[in-house]
């Protein structure tokens, strides 16, 4: 199969029959995505890799009965399936099972993903680096997901420049280790 | 594959940290269902980001602290070893092997300052260094600034001098006050600085 069919191509293929390469190929495709959202909503590694399971499961279901009727807005119909998700994960954790068994595990391995390395000496010498308040606003903020304007109350500054200083801290933090902005 | 409109990192970073407005993060999201470059981009945000809780985890950077981020990091079961001298004053102080954090606790007016420093200096009061325009809450009546734990744990037994310096609109500088670390070294390992070459 054309590895490089874009999402509308590869919807319409999955609509037009049983295609398990094309299935596979779908799943290849946004499972790393989906997994991304899950990890951003749900904050964890298990119930990300749930997430994924389940909302591509959904998606086939719906690819198969051919119920996506503009192909071309399938990252649309994904991230409706994403939120829709998250919902039911917190509802109804059993339906995930009733699923594995009805689709079957080989379609739907786990996702192989971790996060880039970083090299954290040189990230201590950059964040040490960085001007007070930016050193302050990033680690206050990423330490334990403090907003804004939790950042503001501590720091005395308004939550626009804690954006501000935020975003100023990270280019530069990924400039000093080497990545682009 | 490539991205011909990728999102900042920043603004990743702000998903990440759920921060953005409802429409902005429905569009960011619906581009990373789309976009594997700019998926990977928000990966290496997702690392960066652990990468620095864990650096602030290991108590080992000097920055300014607040008194919310001492409670986070006493709730996580890490120990906080503090010393909160008065202006003007000074305190007797050491770190031990089992603490995780060292935090220097500094009395000061904040009231009407527009930038603050804190210069470091050694027994004599020579300035060794200095952190400038530090974040300050003027209400607060204090400062708190989180010595290296790594450092004081190498550190021998000495004399340091901490100094909070503000500065007017016309950038006279003031002194808000200065504290008298008397720091004994309490782990095995050197008792004093090697003498100057």
């Known amino acids: 199969m054309d590895i490089e069919l874009n999402d509308a191509e590869l919807v319409r293929q999955i609509g037009s029959g049983n295609d398990?390469?094309?299935?596979?190929?779908?799943?290849?495709?946004?499972?790393?995505?989906?997994r991304l959202y899950g990890l951003r909503h749900l904050r964890d590694e298990q119930a990300a890799q749930d997430l994924t399971q389940q909302v591509l499961i959904t998606t086939l279901e719906a690819l198969r009965a051919g119920r996506l009727r503009e192909p071309a807005k399938l990252a649309s119909f994904v991230l409706g399936a994403c939120r829709m998700t998250v919902l039911d994960l917190r509802r109804n954790a059993q339906r995930k099972e009733r699923l594995l068994e009805q689709f079957g595990a080989d379609l739907l391995p786990p996702v192989p993903w971790s996060l880039p390395h970083l090299d954290h000496e040189q990230l201590t010498r950059c964040v040490q680096n960085l001007k007070e308040r930016e050193r302050s606003v990033v680690v206050m903020t990423f330490y334990d997901e403090q907003t804004s304007a939790d950042v503001s109350r501590l720091l005395g500054v308004s939550d626009a420049n804690v954006r501000v200083i935020r975003h100023r801290a990270i280019h530069q933090l990924r400039e000093c280790m080497g990545v682009a902005a | 594959?490539?991205?011909?409109?990728?999102?900042?990192?920043?603004?990743?970073?702000?998903?990440?940290?759920?921060?953005?407005?409802?429409?902005?993060?429905e569009a960011v999201e619906l581009h990373l269902l789309d976009c594997d470059p700019c998926g990977a981009r928000l990966g290496e945000v997702m690392a960066l980001a652990e990468g620095?809780?864990?650096?602030?985890?290991?108590?080992?950077?000097?920055?300014?602290?607040?008194?919310?981020?001492?409670?986070?990091?006493?709730?996580?079961?890490?120990?906080?070893?503090?010393?909160?001298?008065?202006?003007?004053?000074g305190v007797q102080c050491t770190v031990t092997a089992e603490d995780d954090f060292l935090i220097a606790r500094l009395a000061a007016d904040l009231s009407g300052a527009k930038r603050v420093d804190l210069c470091l200096c050694d027994e004599r009061g020579v300035e060794q260094g200095r952190m400038p325009d530090i974040p300050v809450q003027p209400a607060a009546g204090n400062?708190?600034?989180?010595?290296?734990?790594?450092?004081?744990?190498?550190?021998?037994?000495?004399?340091?001098?901490?100094?909070?310096?503000?500065?007017?609109?016309?950038?006279?500088?003031?002194?808000?006050?200065e504290y008298t670390f008397n720091h004994t070294r309490s782990l095995p390992g050197p008792g004093a600085w090697p003498p100057a070459a």
């Open chain 2, 143 to 177: 400062v708190l600034y989180q010595e290296s734990i790594t450092w004081a744990k190498a550190m021998p037994s000495s004399t340091m001098l901490a100094r909070l310096v503000a500065f007017d609109e016309a950038g006279g500088e003031r002194l808000l006050g």
């Open chain 2, 1 to 25: 594959m490539s991205c011909s409109n990728p999102i900042d990192a920043a603004v990743l970073a702000d998903y990440w940290l759920a921060a953005l407005a409802g429409p902005e993060e």
């Open chain 2, 52 to 89: 620095v809780r864990r650096i602030a985890r290991q108590g080992s950077l000097r920055m300014i602290v607040s008194d919310s981020f001492l409670k986070r990091v006493a709730e996580a079961g890490l120990r906080v070893r503090e010393y909160a001298p008065p202006a003007g004053g």
């Open chain 1, 20 to 34: 398990r390469e094309a299935e596979a190929e779908l799943f290849r495709r946004m499972a790393p995505r989906v």
